[in-house]
């Protein structure tokens, strides 16, 4: 079966643009979160979505928004890009509702974004 | 919000032997959900073992077992046999059990070389 798979996997962006990072799911996850993991430090979350509906968002400015499918994928999207969102975005799926426990969450590769 | 802090940037073992990972986290909740990822070069954030908050008995996942002390707000890792394998960046994660989300709130990690 196929993990979470993102796209695409290397990312280059300038200053000022936005971009679109991609998540599909495992099959039958249909809860999907975001993480950013700038380098040297641990991940942090960015929002988590389920049944479409956004569940959680984590400390990040408006600039940061994202969706999810009628399929349960995902996309992220940062507007008015700065450098400091240069960064490793992660995506993990799980089966779990909100507060649903100890569930696994599944990370994909993530997306290396480098703004210059 | 709950802080979790790894105080070992890197560590070192030798292969076959057994190494201790550190972890502490500050919450004033009492139930909640404590886990270990490993990050490879790959990037793909794996889960290693979990805890629930209100299990007084320690995880164990074949090699890997945990210590886990409620009241000092400790959650170590112990890697017993370690193999090359093993290298990787270690993070230790906390989850609330309250309606916040699936929001996994990581450590800044260690570093974990193994030598021959």
């Known amino acids: 079966d196929a993990g979470v798979t993102q796209s695409p996997t290397h990312l280059i962006k300038t200053r000022g643009q936005q971009v679109t990072l991609r998540c599909s799911p495992i099959s039958g996850h249909k809860s999907v979160s975001w993480y950013q993991q700038v380098l040297g430090q641990g991940p942090q979350f960015i929002f988590q979505?389920?049944?479409?509906?956004?569940?959680g968002r984590g400390n990040f400015p408006d600039r940061f928004s994202a969706r999810q499918f009628p399929n349960y994928s995902s996309e992220l999207n940062v507007n008015a890009l700065l450098l400091g969102d240069s960064a490793l975005y992660l995506c993990a799926s799980s089966t779990a509702r909100q507060g649903a426990g100890n569930t696994e969450a599944f990370f994909g590769q993530g997306t290396r974004l480098t703004v210059v | 919000a709950q802080t979790v802090t790894q105080s070992q940037p890197e560590m070192s073992v030798q292969e076959a032997e057994t190494v201790t990972l550190s972890c502490t986290y500050d919450?004033?909740?009492?139930?909640?959900?404590l886990f270990w990822y490993k990050q490879p070069p790959s990037r793909q954030m794996i889960l290693v073992i979990r805890q629930e908050a209100y299990k007084q008995q320690n995880a164990t996942e074949n090699r890997f077992s945990v210590n886990f002390q409620k009241a000092a707000k400790s959650f170590s890792l112990k890697i017993s046999d370690s193999q090359l394998g093993d290298a990787a960046m270690y993070f230790c994660?906390?989850?609330?059990?309250?309606?916040?989300?699936?929001?996994?709130?990581f450590g800044k990690g260690t570093s974990l070389l193994v030598t021959p």
């Open positions: 979505y389920y049944e479409k509906e956004e569940r």
């Open positions: 919450t004033s909740e009492s139930d909640y959900y």
């Open positions: 994660a906390y989850r609330s059990a309250r309606n916040s989300g699936y929001a996994l709130n």
